[in-house]
């Protein structure tokens, strides 16, 4: 059989969401789609909208044969170690091809900046390092280093925009496999990455929708133009189990509690914490009367909002650097979330295969990268009440993987 | 000016409190009344009903002179610790004598037990160790081991009752200092230390007072009879400024959440936390729906409810075991909650002659023991919502002492 993978959040699945996944379908000629999907906290430095089960539900229902989760550890990170674990389960579970949305919509683009790159690897990481020393972002400096080595080249990528970085590093990683998997990528419509409003009929960013979904008081109406069937079910499915969506909002007691109550050499000790930021943070926390008013507070022109949302996932975790950096290079299991008939099929096929233990119940196996998961799981249910607390800690230990029977 | 201390938690200050300040004055012979006060975590390990502030505002309305913080270290601890804390300041508040409830009543009981003790300390704490080996409490071994020693002996005193124990270690530290004070005990009126109930027409014990609080929905109607007028002003102030009285459930979501975010190794460090308790402690944090479920879960022949508390509140303030030692032997400074005209005239009489910082403000000093009250306080707060978390985070930095201009 032959699969594509895609790399994915689904937060949640919209119509954008949709079309990538016929038009990759086509394109790739596949017969099984495999998503590896960020669990509960996301790559921005969020807690997802709905829990993981709920996400890969909607995506076997709106065309997707097999969801893979992407552990805590590659997840809640910046684009190369995202890509670098993604692109490691995907091609783990064997997949021909993979597919990726993108700004730019030509594959070429990112074959030829990465063949630029290679050519001139030392000055072009000199320009980098140099650029982000002045407080440029890592994308501009990418992309303003390119334009300085080549400048008559009319053609390259623009590297700055958050999806042709994503694209760009899947792409690298891609290519340091033994047999790499064939790349595809398809042009975003429409709607931008960051797009607050709806900008069109039935196309809009996933923020735009969680916007309207809470700006709604926590109700669906409005969205479903811009959203599948199967996603406002179960969005309302969801809302009726745990009577909430989830937002940074839940967890800013906690967080808040734990800055005040962690020493700040402790706090040191926290993933991505650096340069000090550790007093910024501390002293912050008491004045702030909500999650917003304290990232508007502690933001400063050298910390972008998503890498400040990103330490503040791994305290509310408590994922420290000794965790991470002994962790975030290798994939020790593959979670298996949900599948189809024709998933379940091509599992089957390729098992005998596969040389990462591929597991239903996290109970399967012992690891610490698996207990930093467990660990976020627990911590998400923690923002809810109340019976559903209880009821989401339990989820977490009995769900099977989702099965959908028909497609 | 003649002073006598009290040592008091007052949570809340009823009748009996009332009658004890009383009888202390005309025992005594005193025309100051100071008490050392636990801050807003006790000794038996739950956060006050209400903060220090209102209940050291009770205290003075109703015939305390000067009320001082027991700092946390001294105030959540077992016996003898408190009573190292709460003895060492009234003695640097030049006291000339100190006054305690007890269930005996007659002082001579308290020095005849030190005096048996002192003749046979070898035998006897060898006997003490023995006992508690077997699984048989503190206080239980203590009056145990004195029966073993002395079985002829008819009038020792009952030192497994909870003030009777209390006396013993005020009076035990009291001699060693070098001028100890006068001491005193009164026989407490009627109610047990925890009474649940209501047992006479105007006592009640402190414990059947905040259930009646809690019982009555938050409200104060029921136990008008028990507490002073002034005590139901205070209460019902409190309730209008912060719409709540505190009690541990209030800080139930952060204790489970911070149990299950600690790695156990950081768990095992955790001031009183031994014995492996740890493990206990993180398996059963999840299942739990309340913090009375998870100490009917928790608790074991071995750890007593109040020890358990008292594990839960370090925990919950992040106290670690490295921070106790290198203060809890130490009296940094003595911080000053509130006065009436004749305290403060006591105070401005005495200032030349203390060696030890008396403190109005936490700006005064810079202390680490200081900076666990702070901590304490933060997190007390930390169980109020907004609005009202603001508000109490920035009462503890800038509320004066109270001052009571007519007693």
Chains 1, 2 share one sequence.
Request: aromatic fraction near 12%; charged fraction near 25%; proline fraction near 3%.
């Amino acid at each position: 059989m032959n699969s594509t993978g895609l790399i994915v959040e689904y937060n949640p699945f919209h119509n954008g969401h949709f079309f990538h996944v016929e038009e990759a379908r086509k394109r790739t000629d596949a017969d099984v789609i495999i998503a590896v999907m960020s669990g509960n906290f996301l790559q921005r430095g969020e807690p997802a909208i709905i829990s993981k089960w709920a996400r890969a539900k909607m995506a076997l229902q709106a065309g997707v044969d097999i969801v893979v989760e992407l552990p805590y550890a590659f997840a809640v990170q910046h684009a190369e170690t995202f890509a670098y674990g993604s692109i490691n389960i995907l091609h783990a579970l064997k997949c021909n091809s993979f597919c990726f949305g993108s700004e730019s919509g030509n594959i070429n683009e990112f074959s030829d900046a990465i063949d630029l790159i290679e050519n001139h690897r030392v000055e072009y990481e000199a320009f980098v390092k140099e650029l982000m020393k002045t407080g440029v972002s890592y994308p501009t400096s990418l992309s303003q280093s390119m334009k300085k080595i080549y400048p008559d080249h009319k053609n390259y990528i623009d590297l700055a925009k958050p999806n042709n970085i994503l694209g760009f590093h899947y792409m690298q990683i891609n290519n340091t496999l033994q047999s790499p998997m064939r790349a595809f990528t398809i042009k975003r419509k429409n709607a931008n990455y960051h797009d607050e409003e709806f900008s069109s009929s039935t196309i809009a960013s996933a923020t735009s929708i969680r916007k309207a979904t809470f700006e709604a008081n926590q109700s669906i109406n409005g969205i479903e133009q811009y959203v599948p069937k199967t996603t406002s079910n179960v969005l309302q499915e969801y809302y009726n189990d745990y009577q909430t969506f989830h937002n940074w909002e839940m967890y800013w007691p906690y967080l808040q509690y734990r800055l005040l109550s962690i020493e700040e050499t402790d706090l040191a000790n926290i993933y991505e914490i650096e340069e000090g930021i550790e007093h910024r943070l501390k002293r912050y926390a008491k004045d702030a009367v909500s999650f917003h008013d304290f990232m508007q507070r502690v933001k400063t022109k050298r910390y972008t909002w998503t890498r400040i949302q990103r330490m503040c996932v791994h305290i509310l975790t408590n994922t420290k650097k000794s965790e991470m950096l002994r962790h975030h290079n290798h994939i020790e299991y593959i979670r298996l979330l949900g599948m189809t008939e024709r998933g379940r099929m091509y599992l089957s096929q390729i098992k005998k295969d596969i040389d990462v233990p591929l597991i239903s119940k996290i109970s399967a196996i012992s690891s610490e990268l698996l207990e930093l998961d467990i660990r976020a799981s627990n911590i998400y249910s923690q923002g809810l009440q109340e019976p559903y607390r209880q009821k989401m800690f339990k989820t977490e230990y009995a769900q099977p993987p989702i099965y959908i029977h028909q497609n």
